[in-house]
């Protein structure tokens, strides 16, 4: 079982398409991260939402944290070629006692020109 | 921009032999941490390390791994008896103090690509 669920596994759009990409747990987190990684480099942090509700925006993508801090989405906007690569969430759930973070096992998505 | 740095970026090993994976943290950050990432798999936490000591440890960080801080800048991961199965990823990632901001925002390395032959 995966403590943080992400949705899709794969998705596959043409530029200028908007998506939304899902991390879904039955835990709560203090907070979640959002990250970018591309083949054979190390992720890259994007954003944290730490808020219940939370929503924040990065140019033309919009991070949002549920209300309960179970779940967390990112929409692309009008997606680019560049946006192409592996989307990340992870955090740490309260109930564990002890910081131990917790990765999904992402999304990854193609933009084609 | 500071980053974090890791070298080298593909050690090729024979199974049995110690390999020390070297991780240079971003410079006023105080927590550093070890994960793994077998090719088509997730991220995987190996280990935390803070004010010179093992913070956590993953089922994954047994008694074959090692962390330590011989200096102020470095910060390394020995594997002392390399398996097949550690073929992977190894990411160093460090974050600020948790007075300064949020711990858990991390900074990641570029990686070192393990190949256990």
């Known amino acids: 079982t995966q403590l943080l669920e992400q949705s899709p596994q794969f998705l596959s759009i043409q530029e200028g398409e908007n998506l939304t990409v899902y991390c879904n747990s039955s835990?709560?987190?203090?907070?979640l991260q959002w990250y970018r990684q591309e083949p054979g480099e190390g992720p890259v942090l994007l954003v944290t939402?730490?808020?219940?509700?939370e929503v924040k925006k990065l140019k033309r993508l919009t991070f949002q944290f549920g209300d309960a801090r179970k779940d967390s989405s990112l929409h692309i906007t009008a997606a680019q070629p560049g946006d192409t690569g592996l989307y990340l969430c992870?955090?740490?759930?309260?109930?564990?006692?002890?910081?131990?973070?917790?990765f999904g096992r992402g999304t990854s998505l193609i933009v084609h020109p | 921009e500071p980053e974090v740095t890791q070298t080298p970026s593909h050690q090729v090993t024979q199974m049995g032999q110690e390999v020390i994976l070297r991780c240079v943290p971003i410079s006023n950050h105080l927590y550093f941490y070890w994960y793994r990432q077998i090719l088509g798999q997730k991220v995987e936490f190996l280990v935390s390390f803070y004010n010179n000591e093992i913070s956590e440890k993953s089922e994954i960080f047994d008694d074959q791994f090692s962390v330590e801080r011989p200096d102020g800048s470095n910060f390394t991961l020995k594997i002392r008896s390399t398996k097949l199965e550690d073929s992977a990823m190894y990411f160093c990632?460090?974050?600020?103090?948790?007075?300064?901001?949020?711990?858990?925002?991390?900074?990641f390395g570029p990686g070192t690509r393990l190949t256990v032959t």
């Open positions: 992870a955090g740490e759930p309260l109930s564990g006692g002890s910081y131990i973070p917790t």
């Open positions: 990632a460090s974050s600020v103090n948790s007075d300064l901001g949020d711990p858990y925002e991390q900074y």
């Open positions: 939402v730490v808020t219940g509700g």
């Open positions: 835990s709560v987190f203090s907070s």
